[in-house]
């Protein structure tokens, strides 16, 4: 019923940008909160930004001031701009939201393939 996709992913060395994109569609009410999770070798999967509906943000602390994550609700979408980027950075990138479904009362997680961010040093 939804699909999460995103896009922008790709390799880049250290100190370069990316803008990560991720399209939500489908029966969709409304979306809530969204959010970048990224999970690198060996490492669990972290949260790296959310953004909440009204627009109030939160980073992890590895990644403030480098990293900005937006969202624009007309298009369903969520962005993470990354600038700055670290070898660290790399990982895969899962787009997050909390969306309720067309005639449905309850919000559920949904969850985006994963694009690869690779910083080269």
């Known amino acids: 019923q939804v699909q999460l996709v995103e896009s922008g992913g790709g390799l880049v060395q250290a100190g370069g940008s990316l803008r990560l994109s991720c399209a939500a569609s489908?029966?969709?009410?409304?979306?809530?909160?969204m959010g970048w999770y990224r999970q690198a070798p060996g490492k669990q999967r972290e949260l790296v930004a959310s953004?909440?509906?009204?627009?109030?943000?939160n980073y992890v602390d590895s990644v403030k001031g480098r990293f900005t994550i937006s969202r624009d609700n007309a298009k369903k979408m969520v962005y993470l701009q990354m600038n700055s980027l670290k070898p660290e950075d790399t990982a895969v990138y899962y787009c997050?939201?909390?969306?309720?479904?067309?005639?449905?009362?309850?919000?559920?997680?949904?969850w985006g393939q994963g694009t690869q961010v690779t910083v080269s040093s």
């Open positions: 997050n939201a909390d969306i309720q479904l067309l005639f449905r009362v309850r919000t559920s997680p949904y």
């Open positions: 489908g029966s969709i009410a409304s979306i809530n909160d």
């Open positions: 953004i909440t509906k009204v627009g109030t943000t």
